[in-house]
């Protein structure tokens, strides 16, 4: 009976000890993360009834790869690297999440953006998909689907 007790505590000790927390996805995007993916299909694009799908897996060559930096403060930086290895393009805006969503605030192009993405925690980094009006045409009827990955930023 004393070596079952034994074991038993000790398979227990094991198991408590194997148990790691997973990180909230406010701790886990607390981080730097590059674009690997992106596609936005346009069902009604511009307000006309064509189809419009937009797609880069940023593996050719690409002119411009999109970065960003989140911080513990709520507030993150996004940027393009160019084909001279320089940032461009750099915008600031707020940031939070909740559960398995990510809200983002920012300007670009003289637009305020309000965006929410359904968050997918991947090995390398995560995967985001949101409905939003991306072709500017007034209706939320278009979806992206975006790839990252983590980096290193100086």
Known sequence: MKKYRIRLILV???????????KSL??????????????????????SDSLEIYEDK???????????TYN???????????????KVSET????????DSLFVAFFYNDREMKVSYHITKTE????GKS??????DGEIDDFLIMKTKRIKTN
């Open 12 to 22: 227990l000790g094991i198991l408590i000890a194997a148990c790691k927390k997973e």
């Open 26 to 47: 406010q701790e886990y995007m607390t981080d730097s993360w590059q674009t690997t993916y992106l596609k936005i299909k346009m069902p009604t694009y511009q307000k």
């Open 58 to 68: 940023f593996d050719n060559n690409p002119t411009l790869i999109a970065q960003s």
């Open 72 to 86: 513990t403060n709520g507030t993150f930086k996004a940027w393009f690297i160019n084909e001279k290895g320089e």
């Open 92 to 99: 600031d805006g707020k940031w939070s999440a909740e559960k």
């Open 124 to 127: 390398k980094g995560f995967l």
């Open 131 to 136: 409905t939003n009006d991306w072709d500017n």
